[in-house]
């Protein structure tokens, strides 16, 4: 027993354990989640955050340990938020032929979450710190986190507010669109991208691969206006 109590109080030190163990995890999710046959409340990521969020629990490791060792996957944010890039470049015809809904959408989309997150936690007596941690949300975590720091917020609280957008647009969206009636993939795509980032892009590949594509869409151009527009709301309300 003395010689496992070592061996754990090294590994846990090691940052290459945790990043293992975030590997692993999500494997492990997207196994459960494939056995649950892709069931929309079975989100790998959803399931990963719970079973990681369990274990940093249970070895009381301090997220700063845990984060030493997971920042390589942080890093890599950065790449993913270039290759956003690359739908929109695959995707150029059926952006010229929908661009006029696409823009409508996308302003709806875009405007409708910022400043109804805004102005519900002013109306909740939040301080602006954490108004401007949280309004950001419903775009890609690289780009939130970014305008989160760039205007003062909590990047960490963006962090969390954005996986949580994520997973609930995720789990809804499927359900949502059919009492709704919306059977074109396109639009199902373009509305989850929009509202739920990378993780509802995640869902929308696994339902449909065209509404994938369109969701990748929606994400990368929802990013580049909402770098935009969160600044010019945060300015006007506070």
């Given at each position: 027993m003395r010689d496992?109590?070592?061996?754990?109080?090294y590994l846990s030190t090691e940052p290459l354990w945790w990043l293992s163990c975030t590997i692993?995890?999500?494997l492990l999710a997207d196994w459960i989640s494939r056995l649950a046959g892709r069931n929309a409340l079975a989100n790998p990521v959803l399931i990963a955050v719970c079973l990681l969020a369990a274990l940093?629990?249970?070895?009381?490791?301090?997220?700063?340990?845990?984060?030493?060792?997971?920042?390589?996957?942080?890093?890599?944010?950065?790449?993913?938020?270039?290759?956003?890039?690359?739908?929109?470049?695959?995707n150029l015809p059926a952006?010229?032929?929908?661009?006029?809904?696409?823009?409508?959408?996308?302003?709806?989309g875009s405007v409708a979450a910022v400043v109804s997150t805004a102005l519900l936690s002013m109306a909740f007596g939040l301080p602006e710190q954490i108004i401007v941690s949280i309004s950001p949300k419903s775009t890609t975590a690289p780009v939130a986190i970014g305008i989160s720091e760039a205007l003062g917020g909590l990047p960490t609280l963006t962090a969390v507010l954005v996986i949580?957008?994520?997973?609930?647009?995720?789990?809804?969206?499927?359900?949502?669109?059919?009492?709704?009636?919306?059977?074109?993939?396109r639009a199902r795509g373009f509305a989850v991208g929009v509202a739920a980032h990378g993780i509802g892009t995640a869902r929308a590949f696994q339902v449909n691969e065209v509404a994938g594509a369109f969701a990748g869409i929606g994400m990368a151009l929802n990013a580049l206006l909402t770098s935009v527009l969160v600044p010019v709301v945060i300015a006007a309300l506070l």
């Open positions: 496992a109590a070592g061996i754990w109080s692993l995890v999500y940093i629990w249970l070895t009381r490791t301090s997220y700063q340990t845990y984060f030493e060792g997971a920042q390589f996957i942080h890093f890599l944010l950065g790449p993913a938020t270039v290759a956003l890039a690359v739908p929109l470049h695959a952006i010229r032929k929908f661009a006029a809904p696409m823009l409508a959408a996308l302003v709806a949580l957008t994520g997973i609930i647009g995720a789990v809804v969206v499927t359900p949502l669109m059919n009492v709704l009636k919306i059977r074109d993939w």
